[in-house]
């Protein structure tokens, strides 16, 4: 497993900005496929973006996100990013990010072997 850790998170304005990081260790990161999460209060958690590992990338969303979230990687730093502009108060969560990358593809099957990391508010003001 690798170690996963999120930062960027905040309060912000409706229409605001963020940008969160996700540091990872390990030799197999730039190879692995990560993906942001988010969860709300009494909510279930929600997919949110993935973006895949190897030489060449490919990203995905969330239709809630969609067009508003860019997610991108630095892989020389072992850095995911997920942009997020004209945030909405229905933003309001958790973002965590992990190697559950179920929407790069949705045949895969989480278990132990996942990594996930500790999480970042994000609050969205009215």
């Known amino acids: 497993q690798m170690t996963l850790v999120e930062s960027g998170g905040g309060l912000v304005q409706s229409g605001g900005s963020l940008r969160l990081s996700c540091a990872g260790s390990?030799?197999?990161?730039?190879?692995?496929?990560i993906q942001w999460n988010r969860q709300a209060p009494g909510k279930e958690r929600e997919d949110v973006s993935c973006?895949?590992?190897?030489?060449?990338?490919?990203?995905y969303y969330a239709d809630s996100v969609k067009g508003r979230f860019t997610i991108s990687r630095d892989k020389g730093k072992n850095l995911v990013y997920l942009q997020m502009d004209d945030l909405k108060p229905e933003d309001t969560a958790v973002y965590s990010c992990?190697?559950?990358?179920?929407?790069?593809?949705?045949?895969?099957?989480?278990?132990?072997?996942?990594?996930w990391g500790q999480g970042t508010q994000v609050t969205v003001s009215s």
């Open positions: 973006i895949t590992g190897g030489r060449h990338t490919t990203t």
């Open positions: 390990g030799v197999l990161f730039e190879d692995a496929h």
């Open positions: 992990t190697t559950d990358h179920s929407l790069c593809d949705p045949s895969y099957v989480s278990g132990p072997y996942d990594s």
